[in-house]
């Protein structure tokens, strides 16, 4: 055989090995569990006079993004964690090899940051003062988890007290809000 054709042969083979390893690196990793949650983070700016809504300032539970946590690491598909959130959205994905019921705290787990009604993102409740021009007032500022559901959109939103055990559900709406009413609601309907 002379060396142009051995050359050749070589090449095929190993064009062959690694296509061989790449299908059987990509065709094992199956996916048991997929969905995906809107997350909407409002901060009422008494400044403003408005709500601010927060985006991931950077990628999330992604390869060269934020990982705070690793412990279901493994779960997780082509070096994403089961939980991840993408560079300036609102959207929460699950892709995991297992079925396992993933929640809010495990979102927030991945990205470090604190989830509860006492703090959230390092918003702690607090009151705050307002010097109107004759009076001040004072606006006790509080975190509510608020939902939709995802069968009913457009439906009533309930505020709920679940924060860091709420499972994700596929197509709901969780929203989080900074403000001085539950859920952005006068009275905050209750679930």
Request: hydrophobic letters at 40%; proline letters at 4%.
């Amino acid at each position: 055989m002379d060396q142009t054709r051995w050359l050749v042969v070589v090449a095929l083979l190993a064009i062959i090995s690694v296509s061989v390893v790449f299908v059987e690196t990509y065709e094992s990793v199956q996916v048991s569990h997929s969905l995906s949650v809107k997350l909407l983070i409002n901060l009422w700016n008494r400044y403003a006079n408005a709500s601010q809504q927060v985006k991931f300032l950077s990628d999330i539970g992604a390869p060269g993004g934020i990982f705070a946590t690793t412990r279901y690491s493994s779960d997780g598909v082509n070096g994403f964690y089961p939980v991840w959130g993408r560079h300036y959205g609102n959207t929460v994905f699950v892709d995991s090899r297992v079925y396992r019921n993933y929640t809010l705290g495990d979102f927030f787990e991945v990205w470090g940051e604190p989830l509860g009604p006492l703090n959230t993102l390092g918003a702690h409740e607090n009151a705050s003062s307002y010097h109107g021009n004759i009076t001040e007032t004072t606006y006790l500022f509080i975190w509510s988890m608020c939902l939709q559901n995802p069968h009913s959109p457009g439906g009533p939103v309930y505020s709920v007290n679940e924060w860091g055990s709420h499972v994700l559900r596929d197509n709901e709406t969780i929203t989080l809000t900074y403000a001085t009413e539950a859920c952005g609601l006068p009275g905050g309907q209750q679930a």
